[in-house]
């Protein structure tokens, strides 16, 4: 009886190690994956709610809260219709103005499948598109606003991933730069060839359709140049098609 050894759970040896760690990351894997389940909804709504916040700037419509933003983007935003660069209308908004276009992306906009929201603002019809490109650092995206002539910027919102602040992030971060977008022309006389741009300096003969880059960002700016330029371009068919 006194030489008997005890038998149990030997908690010096490496099975013992090996289960109690593989319990342990299975068990906080079912609980991380059981808050982004809880979270999902809520998380997807956040970022709807953003985009309707971007939408809403390029209309000079800004600094709403939450609630009244939601508000806002459903009066004002009639439909979310997606369109292709040979200016045909892909899919017509039937349902309410967030099924179609508002829910594209950036890898949508490389393929070919382009959104447009038709909004009314005081009585008047603008055209919102998404335009997408390359910052110094991260990606940089934006929407233009424009008057029912299609050929006039109404206003302009962008944004970016992961600018300089101070330099490159002014390019979401200083209205008054956006700000400057408002009325300038997408085209220069006698051309359907986008000349909208952002330049290190604004020669009088252009001041129509340029605007002066941010000062000691210029990589950034002529990332929002080429982002305009090229996002422009693929709806200048659909753009002549509506007003006719």
């Known amino acids: 009886?006194?030489?008997?050894t005890k038998k149990g759970l030997n908690t010096n040896s490496n099975l013992y190690t090996i289960v109690y760690s593989a319990i342990l990351v299975i068990i906080v894997a079912f609980l991380l994956a059981f808050v982004f389940q809880a979270l999902k909804d809520r998380q997807q709504a956040n970022v709807a709610l953003d985009k309707k916040k971007q939408i809403l700037n390029s209309l000079n419509i800004r600094d709403l809260d939450d609630e009244a933003a939601a508000a806002k983007y459903k009066e004002v935003v009639l439909s979310d219709d997606i369109v292709n660069p040979q200016g045909e209308l892909q899919q017509k908004d039937t349902k309410d103005n967030e099924s179609f276009g508002f829910k594209l992306n950036s890898a949508n906009y490389?393929?070919?499948?382009?959104?447009?929201?038709?909004?009314?603002?005081d009585g008047a019809?603008?055209?919102v598109i998404p335009v997408y490109g390359a910052g110094l650092w991260s990606p940089i995206s934006g929407y233009i606003a424009l008057n029912d002539d299609c050929e006039t910027v109404f206003g302009a919102y962008f944004d970016h991933e992961g600018e300089t602040a101070g330099l490159g992030a002014e390019i979401k971060d200083d209205r008054s730069w956006q700000e400057k977008f408002k009325d300038k022309k997408l085209f220069a006389p006698e051309s359907d060839k986008v000349a909208l741009s952002v330049e290190k300096k604004v020669e009088k003969e252009n001041a129509a359709y340029q605007v002066e880059a941010v000062t000691g960002a210029t990589?950034?700016?002529?990332?929002v140049r080429d982002m305009l330029q090229e996002g422009i371009a693929k709806y200048v068919e659909y753009f002549k098609k509506i007003k006719k």
């Open 1 to 4: 009886m006194g030489n008997e």
């Open 110 to 121: 490389k393929n070919g499948e382009l959104a447009i929201f038709t909004c009314k603002v």
């Open 125 to 127: 019809t603008k055209y």
């Open 219 to 223: 990589l950034t700016s002529n990332g």
